[in-house]
Nanobody
């Protein structure tokens, strides 16, 4: 079965950085586009970034220039590098296989001073 496991979240001050990882198993990772979503308390789940099978990327306007999505097919892992973090980035971040209802358990990111 497909399993996605996110890690790397935590508490950081505004302006800080975090690198999230999503390790995939039970699938042919290189054949699937991947995405990162986030959900803040009381808010709708929001698409943050996507990466295609060949590495093409897209970002939400709110994170452009600050976040970078990447993948390492040899490690079956997708990453989200988050820089210049803002309090409004606070959310649970989820990994997703694009075009599916396959999700990880989420990792909490809290940006606060």
């Amino acid at each position: 079965q497909v399993q996605l496991v996110e890690s790397g979240g935590g508490l950081v001050q505004p302006g800080g950085s975090l690198r999230l990882s999503c390790a995939a198993s039970g699938m042919i990772f290189r054949l699937n586009a991947m995405g990162w979503y986030r959900q803040a308390p009381g808010k709708e789940r929001e698409l943050v970034a996507t990466i295609s099978t060949i590495g093409s990327t897209n970002y939400a306007d709110s994170v452009k220039g600050r976040f970078t999505i990447s993948r390492d097919n040899a490690k079956n892992t997708v990453y989200l590098q988050m820089n210049s973090l803002k309090p409004e980035d606070t959310a649970v971040y989820y990994c997703n296989v694009r075009g599916s209802d396959l999700w990880g358990q989420g990792t909490q990111v809290t940006v606060s001073s």
